[in-house]
């Protein structure tokens, strides 16, 4: 099977993976931890700081689709810390607008370089008209 895919030129894999898989017209976005994409190190600051860059990476990649944020329908927010849940949402806020994607937040114990949060998202492009 030959999987359409989408890669952002600046943005950094850790791993041997896509950024983002077609699939009709839903399209999956692998997990964007907050690396800078100019420097290629995680950002420094909070969890605030961190779920910026991820978004910004996810964005990137839509961007690459001829999509936004505005056609997430799905995300999903791996934490390292749960207490930093209020503050991530502070952020979170910041990149969707009402009516929100649906969402799911996990506490896990590690990510990779040491990541406070990773998110993923799945996009829905328009039907043609």
């Not at 931890?33 to 910026?52: C, E, K």
């Not at 799905?74 to 849940?85: E, G, Q, R, T």
Request: overall charge negative.
């Amino acid at each position: 099977m030959t999987r359409p895919c989408v890669n952002d030129p600046a943005a950094a894999s850790v791993g041997p993976y896509s950024h983002g898989v077609w699939a009709g017209d839903l399209l999956f976005l692998s997990g964007q931890t907050p690396i800078d994409p100019a420097t290629r190190v995680l950002v420094a600051g909070d969890i605030g700081a961190q779920t910026r860059q991820c978004l910004a990476n996810l964005a990137a990649v839509l961007a690459q689709a001829g999509l936004g944020l505005a056609d997430a329908v799905k995300c999903n927010v791996y934490l390292v810390d749960m207490a930093d849940f209020g503050a991530m949402n502070q952020a979170y806020r910041e990149f969707f607008t009402e009516p929100f994607p649906a969402r799911t937040t996990i506490g896990v114990a590690a990510l990779p370089l040491g990541a406070r949060v990773e998110i993923e998202l799945v996009a829905r492009r328009a039907p043609a008209a």
